[in-house]
T-cell receptor, first 113, second 114 residues
């Protein structure tokens, strides 16, 4: 039973445009969400996180939106750059700070010059 | 500040052997988590240690075990290796501050079981 789902295995966008990566979850106990970027042969790199008490968090070119009623979150990257090309993972945790993260299977983003 | 380090980076073992992987967290981080990444299952949580105690555990068989030392360094052990244990094993350390936390991952250990 996949509790965190990233339904798009891949996404391709043009440099300078917006990239929108989506993530859905089923466990209503999740209250903290994180996005990671991963290059091949490297560990995931933390990008941005959001607590369930918020519906938006912004950090530079990255913005995460959380819709609790729909159990949906999205990561917006504006403007997209070729260096953003990587696999993006959505992760969730429950119980307000548990270190056990449940990951989606990732979306491969390709930003074309 | 140095990041999370993992040793070795690559390892080849044969079925039935055992293996020990090591992780050094970011200085000051007391929580260390381990994850397994495979193409089919993605990133799956193995276990988490905090102050030398296992605090969380994922759904893996007892062949997978770990421990944490007083300096927060952690090791994970897999006994009686199976072909399906071939994966990238990732260690992450985390720090909780005011309800906000981030997990920082190491580069991983690529284990190949033949």
């Amino acid at each position: 039973d996949q509790q965190v789902k990233q339904n798009s295995p891949s996404l391709s966008v043009q440099e300078g445009r917006i990239s929108i990566l989506n993530c859905d979850y089923t466990n209503s106990m999740f209250d903290y969400f994180l996005w990671y970027k991963k290059y091949p042969a490297e560990g995931p790199t933390f990008l941005i996180s959001i607590s369930s008490i918020k519906d938006k968090n912004e950090d530079g070119r990255f913005t995460v939106f959380l819709n609790k009623s729909a159990k949906h979150l999205s990561l917006h990257i504006v403007p997209s750059q070729p260096g953003d090309s990587a696999v993006y993972f959505c992760a969730a945790s429950a119980q307000g700070g548990s270190e056990k993260l449940v990951f989606g299977k990732g979306t491969k983003l390709t930003v074309n010059p | 500040k140095a990041g999370v380090t993992q040793t070795p980076r690559y390892l080849i073992k044969t079925r039935g052997q055992q293996v020990t992987l090591s992780c050094s967290p970011i200085s000051g981080h007391r929580s260390v988590s381990w994850y397994q990444q495979t193409p089919g299952q993605g990133l799956q949580f193995l276990f988490e240690y905090f102050s030398e105690t296992q605090r969380n555990k994922g759904n893996f068989p007892g062949r997978f075990s770990g421990r944490q030392f007083s300096n927060s360094r952690s090791e994970m052990n897999v006994s009686t290796l199976e072909l399906g244990d071939s994966a990238l094993y990732l260690c992450a350390s985390s720090l909780v501050q005011g309800g906000h936390y981030e997990q920082y991952f190491g580069p991983g250990t690529r284990l190949t079981v033949t």
